[in-house]
């Protein structure tokens, strides 16, 4: 989170209206404080269940899932990759 919570915040301020900041970094911190929980949860519950290997497996699992649809929207958007 350290190295792209920066990044996300200056993309949500490059991207808003000025009269709009505080709905906006509101809703973003909203977003982003319900997928911390979410992601807490399930690692916590596979860590009970199955142990640390199932939950750094699982990820292992969701990285290698983003990295691959990062890599699909890229071939099929290619002028996104030019900003």
Known sequence: ??????LLAKLVA????????GTAF???????GVAVLLASVIAGTLWDA??????FLAGAAFATATALGLLAYR?????????
Do not use: V
């Not at 989170?1 to 920066?6: D, I, L, P, S």
């Not at 509101?26 to 982003?32: A, D, E, T, V, Y």
């Not at 071939?75 to 900003?83: K, L, N, S």
């Open 1 to 6: 989170m350290a190295f792209t919570q920066g």
């Open 26 to 32: 509101g809703l973003f911190n909203l977003f982003s």
């Open 75 to 83: 071939t099929r958007h290619p002028a996104a990759e030019q900003d």
């Open 14 to 21: 490059d991207t808003t209206p000025a009269p709009l900041y």
């Open 50 to 55: 199955f142990g640390a290997p199932a939950t």
